[in-house]
């Protein structure tokens, strides 16, 4: 799976040093549905958002270069259009956590947008190209959100089990 190093790292630290204290209160069993809970509709939104074409900031991806005609078709259609799909777009869940990412040749592709890198544009060809950054894979300030409410419903739901 791919990994970020810069700003989604220091989204999750912020998120495990928040949250850490608090789900030591959340039995194991909870714990393992609010991570199920948490997966899915991060999954949801990353799934949304990169069919948008919308980076986690809000911001669009770059367009497509402009290409000469040469020979077939010439894509015109929204990029990333598959790995958006559940098959691509991987949601595992752990022992203390989730991850969401790309693995194979879908985590090279996704990699080399992730970070504007150099790639080749077909397997034939000698050539690289530079792609353009396209933030696949990030938090926005929604997803901090939804976390935060999914934890705190936890808790919350635990407290009412216990005190009945």
């Not at 799909?85 to 080399?112: M, Q, W, Y």
């Not at 933030?135 to 959100?145: A, C, N, S, W």
Request: net charge positive; proline share 2%.
């Amino acid at each position: 799976m791919i990994q970020r190093r810069n700003s989604v790292s220091d989204s999750i630290e912020q998120i495990k040093t928040s949250f850490s204290a608090l789900l030591v209160n959340i039995s194991k069993p909870r714990r393992r549905l609010l991570y199920q809970q948490i997966g899915r509709e991060l999954a949801r939104n990353h799934r949304r958002r990169i069919k948008a074409q919308q980076a986690p900031d809000g911001s669009r991806y770059a367009p497509r270069k402009k290409q000469k005609k040469v020979k077939g078709k010439i894509k015109t259609d929204k990029m990333f259009k598959k790995l958006v799909k559940p098959k691509h777009l991987k949601v595992r869940f752990e022992n203390e956590g989730v991850s969401l990412g790309f693995t194979g040749g879908d985590a090279a592709i996704a990699k080399i947008h992730q970070e504007g890198l150099m790639g080749r544009v077909k397997k034939e060809f000698g050539w690289k190209v530079r792609y353009a950054k396209r933030e696949l894979l990030g938090f926005e300030k929604d997803d901090l959100k939804m976390i935060e409410n999914f934890v705190l419903k936890a808790i919350a739901d635990g407290i009412d089990k216990k005190g009945g």
